[in-house]
């Protein structure tokens, strides 16, 4: 099975500064990599699938990006609504798994 | 507006058995793979199962093979999932997800969640 694994498990950052969060396949997953939103009490949200491409509606100052099988999500200023727990998944092939979640705050 | 409205959570006892229903309005339901996601509290998200577009193809996360069964019915544009032999690990909100589709393609990401319903497994 694919394994995902994410880091930092935490981050806390001030705003303004360039958040950076990266996923790791353990195994070969081309681009089919998407990362979640899910803001505290709420309902988790797609930001971005293909590793890279924006989900209609979120803003650009998310992005993301792929080295072979390391997957990076970037915040480039990061704004008080993006406190949240963010996640990755593969759907490359099943089990469809996503990374443990990293939990994004403000300093 | 797509819409996933997930229903039939509660508590139930360590062994049993409940059924969840996923309500789709919005949508052509019959033109999307479907999913259901879990959460246990304060746990990340765990993928549960999914479910092709005319119930082909069928996967399951290995911790729930063998106990849930996912299924679909087109004509009432809903998405169930038959939760038996429950154990107090499947504690969690379950979400219902709808699969994204770009073209003839069919990729098992998430673009549309419903809201959750809870399932509580305890004596």
């Known amino acids: 099975d694919i394994q995902m694994t994410q880091s930092p498990s935490s981050l806390s950052a001030s705003v303004g500064d360039r958040v950076t969060i990266t996923c790791r396949a353990n195994q070969g997953i081309s681009n089919y990599l998407a990362w979640y939103q899910q803001k505290p009490g709420k309902v988790p949200k797609l930001l971005i699938y293909?590793?890279?491409t924006l989900q209609s509606g979120v803003p650009s100052r998310f992005s993301g990006s792929t080295s072979g099988t390391d997957f990076t999500l970037t915040i480039s200023s990061l704004q008080p609504e993006d406190v949240a727990t963010y996640y990755c998944q593969n759907y490359n092939s099943a089990p469809w798994t996503f990374g443990q979640g990293t939990k994004v705050e403000i300093k | 507006e797509v819409q996933l409205v997930e229903s039939g959570g509660g508590l139930v006892k360590p062994g049993g058995s409940l059924r969840l229903s996923c309500a789709a309005s919005g949508l052509t339901f019959s033109s999307y793979a479907m999913n259901w996601v879990r959460q246990a509290p304060g746990k990340g998200l765990e993928w549960v199962s999914s479910?092709?577009?005319?119930?082909?193809?069928?996967y399951y996360a290995d911790s729930v093979k063998g106990r849930f069964t996912i299924s679909r019915d087109n004509a009432k544009n809903s998405l169930y999932l038959q939760m038996n032999s429950l154990r107090a690990e499947d504690t969690a909100v379950y979400y219902c997800?709808?699969?994204?589709?770009?073209?003839?393609?069919?990729?098992?990401?998430?673009?549309?969640w419903g809201k959750g319903t809870t399932v509580t497994v305890s004596s």
């Open positions: 479910i092709s577009i005319s119930s082909i193809h069928i």
């Open positions: 293909a590793a890279s």
């Open positions: 997800g709808k699969s994204a589709s770009i073209g003839a393609y069919h990729y098992y990401y998430m673009d549309v």
